[in-house]
């Protein structure tokens, strides 16, 4: 076999579905309203009690809630990608499993490798934001703080060294995920209906604090920073939307579950659909009410919603969103430490990575050493680095992976139109290449001529496009020095 064959191999979906029932490894414990539960534990989480308040403070105003339709349509048109995936192909790995259907192992790794990272660093991302919403509880119920070494990575504030309560949190839901799935999974779905509960407060008592001429401008005037870049006007929603495409996205953990589905081909297509719908119709209608409550610059804050309410002096009402959002928050973190141990699990099983990962825990049934290596490791970034830094180089990779999946479901119906689908994506010839180009767009922004010449609006730093190039080389020497040689596809 030549060497570019081995890197083109693929698994046949034809394959990948006989092996789906077949597959012995884990336990078929999920139903629909577990897997639902995963997702929006997934979506709905910083996004809600952080992110939406500090965007809008930073860059797009009372106009972030039209950041968050551009990234939700973007969202939504992978979504549909993912749920005919998902019924077709409901093997653990999500996107890197359909890549190896359909696009070959050489892209396979490259997407599995890109979200193994992403998915890692999406938990870290939302530790930080549990420890704001921890320690401005812990402060409001007893006046005590931690340290001012133990608050926060360096660099997020006056003395700070390491964030303790985030690294901890980490190490917890490590521990949970490894013990048993189905308690983390009865937990996780308590805690989102404390998120949604805790959601729906938010806009229910914030609606009556809304003051509209607070959305006034609604697209407040572009303005250049400190830090030489653009903030607000159109510019500023469109940066908006690249950040807070973190939010808007999640839903793709629950596939990483699929072999733990009672009955995959048919719930994870709705799992994946339900999940978005809920969590957008939630993030719009905070996105309004939190604007409206306070002046956009008074959202700059570790916990936004717990300012906006203080703001306001809703004292009993911070206390219990901060208990929601400590919850919520929780609920996120278990989805994507879930999904990242199980595509660690899918790499090694296929021997892309080595097999000693590929070996679930004799009692528990888990993946237990990718899970226990993420939770260390999530623990140490999220106790050094600062939420935005990270936040960032979340979002490139997430955005590639939708790219991939997006054109990948338009391949397979033309190659396998006979197939048969659980689910089909509507207008699929529309659908996904809007899925392409939306991405795009929130990856590398939109070119316009200004007065200076060339510039562009929105798109992600180059700071995160230099990171995200080092990964990516770093996963393309592991692949060609040993994966391309244990592949286990041709055994």
């Given at each position: ?6 890197a083109?191999?693929h ?8 092996e789906?029932?077949q597959?012995?490894?884990?336990r078929?414990?999920l ?11 997934a ?5 809600v009690f ?13 106009a972030?809630v ?6 939700g349509?973007g969202s939504?048109c ?15 790995g ?11 192992e050489?892209?396979?790794w ?6 193994l990272?992403?998915?890692?660093l999406?938990v870290?991302v939302?530790a930080?934001g549990w420890?704001?919403y921890v ?7 007893t ?15 006056d003395g700070?060294?390491?964030?303790v309560?985030?690294a ?9 995920l ?11 779905t308590?805690i989102?209906?404390i998120k949604v509960?805790g ?10 604090y809304v003051?509209?001429a607070n959305?006034?401008?609604?697209i407040?005037a572009?303005?250049s920073g ?10 500023g ?5 690249s ?7 999640g839903?793709d953990t629950?596939t990483?579950?699929a072999?733990?589905?009672r ?7 709705r799992?994946v ?8 119709v ?22 936004p919603?717990d300012?906006?309410?203080?703001a ?8 219990v ?5 400590i ?8 989805a994507?430490?879930l ?7 899918a790499?090694?099983?296929d ?22 290596i993420?939770?260390?490791f ?18 490139i990779?997430t955005?590639?992976?939708f ?13 396998k ?19 392409v180009?939306f991405?795009?767009?929130?990856i ?6 200004g007065?200076h010449g060339?510039?562009r609006?929105g798109?992600l730093p180059?700071?995160t496009f230099?990171?995200?190039?080092i990964?990516?080389?770093?996963g393309?020497?592991i692949?060609f020095?040993y994966?391309?040689?244990?592949s286990?596809?041709?055994?």
């Amino acid at each position: 076999m030549t060497f570019l064959s081995r890197a083109l191999r693929h698994k046949s979906v034809e394959q990948l579905q006989s092996e789906a029932g077949q597959r012995g490894d884990f336990r078929r414990v999920l139903g629909l309203w577990q897997l639902t539960a995963i997702g929006i534990g997934a979506i709905i989480g910083v996004g809600v009690f952080v992110l939406a308040g500090q965007q809008a403070a930073a860059n797009a105003g009372p106009a972030v809630v039209l950041s968050f339709l551009i990234a939700g349509v973007g969202s939504a048109c992978a979504a549909l990608s993912y749920a005919e995936f998902s019924g077709m192909i409901p093997v653990t790995g999500s996107a890197y499993t359909y890549g190896y259907a359909v696009l070959g192992e050489l892209v396979a790794w490259i997407i599995g490798w890109d979200l193994l990272l992403e998915y890692a660093l999406i938990v870290a991302v939302v530790a930080i934001g549990w420890s704001g919403y921890v320690q401005a509880l812990l402060l409001q119920l007893t006046g005590l703080s931690l340290p001012a070494w133990a608050q926060g990575a360096p660099g997020s504030g006056d003395g700070h060294v390491f964030n303790v309560i985030a690294a901890a949190i980490s190490l917890l839901i490590a521990w949970m995920l490894t013990v048993k799935t189905e308690w983390g999974a009865r937990a996780n779905t308590a805690i989102v209906a404390i998120k949604v509960i805790g959601v729906v407060l938010v806009i229910g008592v914030g609606a009556f604090y809304v003051d509209t001429a607070n959305w006034h401008p609604f697209i407040p005037a572009a303005t250049s920073g400190a830090d030489g870049e653009t903030h607000f006007g159109w510019s500023g929603v469109l940066t908006a939307s690249s950040v807070v495409f973190f939010a808007v996205f999640g839903y793709d953990t629950l596939t990483t579950a699929a072999e733990e589905s009672r009955n995959p081909q048919r719930d994870l297509p709705r799992a994946v659909l339900l999940s978005l719908v809920v969590s957008m119709v939630l993030y719009l209608a905070v996105s309004m009410v939190l604007t409206g409550m306070v002046p956009y610059p008074e959202l700059n804050s570790p916990a936004p919603v717990d300012a906006a309410f203080k703001a306001v002096h809703l004292n009993w009402v911070r206390g219990v969103i901060n208990v929601a959002a400590i919850a919520g928050i929780t609920s996120v973190l278990f989805a994507f430490m879930l999904g990242a141990a199980r595509i660690w699990f899918a790499l090694a099983r296929d021997g892309l990575l080595p097999t000693w990962f590929a070996k679930v825990h004799p009692r528990y049934g888990t993946p237990h050493r990718p899970t226990m290596i993420l939770g260390v490791f999530t623990a140490i970034v999220a106790g050094l680095l600062p939420i935005g830094e990270v936040a960032e180089l979340v979002n490139i990779g997430t955005l590639s992976a939708f790219i991939v999946i997006c054109t990948a479901v338009l391949i397979l119906r033309v190659r396998k139109p006979q197939i048969k689908r659980a689910f089909r994506t509507p207008a699929i010839w529309i659908i996904s290449p809007l899925g392409v180009l939306f991405s795009l767009l929130l990856i590398f922004g939109v070119p316009w001529m200004g007065v200076h010449g060339w510039h562009r609006i929105g798109g992600l730093p180059a700071i995160t496009f230099e990171r995200f190039v080092i990964w990516m080389v770093l996963g393309c020497v592991i692949y060609f020095c040993y994966g391309i040689r244990h592949s286990k596809v041709d055994d």
